[in-house]
């Protein structure tokens, strides 16, 4: 968790509850956390399932690894300390957006338990929901797939510290979800997120 550094500073409540954009919304505002090695399928999952949700008229908005480093963690690399700030920042606006009451889509590698853990903490803290969806697939295939040619690179040794090759991806034990792209069409993964936030009540 990281320290607090500004001083002389004060949380501003506001009046308007959570209870009150959920009635406007028609939905209850969470964050479904996609982890899952390069390739894996993470946001071929969240920009299909954000296009339904859209449909079905929800307020929805996806959040993914590479937009985010083009701009609000531009400044960050891929070292360890580097992925847990990026994954911490990303936990804090995750939070944020689904506080709003939106469904928020964070499609992101996190490799390490610790960082997806601190990410979830946050959340419940702030009393909004948080499914960790694990989208496992064998290496194989991701080398297979690799539509950015990044783990071919990571075997020339181009790409130091690339997960899964020479730095380790940490798969959850106890996500909420788990689908494997491996294994189940792009359909019925999206169904089977679809059918974990109903469960959750975060559909309406």
Known sequence: MAEQVATNITWHEGTVTREE????????????????????????IAVALEQVLIQRGHAAYRLDGDNIRMGLNKNLGFSAEDR??????????????????????????????????????????????????????????????????????????????FTGIDDPYEAPENAELVVNTGEQSLEACVGAVLAEMEARGMLG
């Not at 406007?24 to 071929?44: D, H, I, M, P, Y």
């Not at 697939?137 to 075997?155: F, H, N, Q, S, T």
């Open 21 to 44: 954009r959920t009635g406007c919304l028609k939905q209850t505002g969470g964050t479904v956390w996609f982890t899952g090695l390069s390739a894996s399928g993470k946001s071929t």
């Open 84 to 161: 847990a700030e990026n994954i911490r920042r990303i936990g804090e606006v995750s939070k944020l957006f689904a506080d709003s009451g939106m469904l928020c889509l964070s499609s992101f590698i996190s490799p390490y338990t610790a960082d997806r853990d601190a990410a979830r903490a946050v959340h419940d803290e702030a009393g909004v929901p948080f499914i960790e969806c694990y989208v496992e697939v064998d290496l194989a295939i991701a080398e297979e797939r690799d539509p950015k040619g990044l783990y071919k690179k990571a075997r020339a040794g181009e790409i130091k510290g």
